[in-house]
């Protein structure tokens, strides 16, 4: 399956292809008449050996980037018997620009001297200054022209080389780069584990300890809700410490799913209503080709979570509400509190960095977050996350009857 990236690489390649092209036909048409102008102006039209050189040398000049050698050695006897100068010195030049061989070029070179010059030199003795005029100027023709042409092909050459350097360097950048983000991530995942995770331990261990001592019920089911929170804690931390070590490839398979909503908000340990449909925690509906991807429903979990424990820690005793609701094409998570009730305990200062995290995740998924106080003194999340298109498209497909009415559980208030 091709990439939606790829497209318009392909276009690009296609465009500067065709530019190419058109430039080679329009400089193939522009030599053509000027080489025709340049051994034509002279010639008589017929089977004699100066205009038929010359044909051969224009046709030469049209399929001389596909056989440069055959090219150069089928045109260049018009340089001395049709006294054309524009097209051998075209073929030459193409010649050296793409043979490689340079033994080649210079035997041919030389070949296309000899003929020409056996054309023009004349036997006669006292004419030998002449002759010896002509063999220069065909030989600063041919190898003039032959000479630029290899010029051009070692610039081509030496910027390819230094395209693979520079391409090569910014490889080398990128995996040295690589290199220290592991190795932070490393120094990240040891710190975490021989700080944070052995303090979640003891958390955890304390907890267990309050809760089989002598104390109160409250008590016990406190320190019972505290380990319980300490134990997964530690597990999520573990596969995070896990990730981490393994640069990230490792999928996380913490609680972060729909399915978890309720005994998140039974954890919680607020009061007020959890609304979920019941619609989202069917089998087709949370399946790998169901209709909310797993990155959605960890996205939808987080934000609960981080809305649940701003209710905890700002507004302690105030009524809650978690509500995940689902539409043709978005899910709507709302979480909120009442103002705090007084007499509840002060409320626990925040870093800000939970809600920036929530904006973070919701623009990742191309949604809106709506954020603030309630008129009432207490304060409200709601996120409106979209659904992908074909999932769109599925939960409003004919056949499917009115989506069902969303489960309400309601929590009691606790004492005090």
């Not at 939606?4 to 276009?11: D, K, L, M, S």
């Not at 048409?29 to 044909?55: D, H, I, K, M, Y």
């Not at 909503?261 to 449909?277: K, R, Y």
């Amino acid at each position: 399956m091709t990439s939606a990236g790829t497209v318009p690489a392909r276009r690009d390649r296609a465009r500067t292809a065709l530019r190419a092209r058109t430039l080679d036909v329009a400089v193939d048409v522009g030599l053509v008449v000027a080489c025709w102008f340049e051994g034509f102006t002279n010639q008589t039209a017929g089977w004699n050996r100066p205009f038929v050189l010359s044909v051969l040398a224009l046709l030469a000049v049209l399929v001389r980037r596909r056989v440069p050698l055959v090219a150069f050695l089928v045109g260049v006897p018009a340089l001395g018997w049709a006294q054309a100068t524009l097209a051998p010195a075209v073929l030459a030049f193409t010649l050296a620009h793409r043979e490689r061989r340079g033994r080649v070029v210079v035997g041919a070179v030389v070949v296309g001297v000899g003929v020409s010059a056996a054309a023009v030199l004349d036997p006669r003795p006292d004419l030998w200054r002449s002759d010896v005029a002509v063999l220069l100027q065909v030989t600063a023709l041919l190898g003039g022209a032959a000479g630029l042409g290899a010029y051009r092909a070692a610039r081509g050459d030496l910027r390819e080389r230094l395209d693979d350097l520079v391409r090569a360097r910014t490889r080398e950048h990128e995996l040295v780069d690589a290199a220290a983000r592991s190795e932070e991530r490393t120094r990240l995942a040891r710190e975490m584990h021989d700080v944070v995770s052995h303090q979640v331990s003891l958390i955890a261990i304390v907890a267990g300890a309050l809760r089989v001592g002598e104390h109160p019920p409250a008590v016990r089911a406190a320190a019972e809700q505290i380990r319980e929170l300490a134990v997964r804690t530690t597990d999520e931390l573990r596969q995070m410490l896990t990730a981490l070590r393994s640069d990230g490839h490792q999928p996380l398979e913490a609680p972060g799913r729909l399915a978890d909503l309720p005994a998140l908000w039974a954890g919680s340990g607020l009061t007020g209503t959890f609304t979920l449909d019941p619609a989202l925690l069917a089998p087709e509906a949370t399946g790998p080709v169901g209709t909310v991807p797993d990155s959605l429903q960890r996205t939808v979990f987080r934000i609960a979570q981080e809305g649940l424990t701003n209710a905890r820690r700002h507004a302690p005793g105030a009524a809650a509400h978690l509500r995940v609701e689902r539409g043709r094409r978005r899910l709507v998570v709302a979480v909120g509190n009442a103002a705090p009730r007084p007499g509840t305990g002060q409320a626990a200062p925040g870093t800000g960095h939970g809600l920036l995290g929530v904006e973070e995740r919701v623009a990742a998924a191309h949604g809106r977050l709506t954020v603030g106080p309630t008129p009432d003194g207490g304060f409200a999340l709601e996120a409106v996350l979209p659904l992908p298109a074909a999932q769109g498209l599925q939960s409003s497909a004919p056949g499917r009857g009115p989506e069902p009415a969303a489960a309400e559980l309601r929590t009691p208030a606790h004492d005090g």
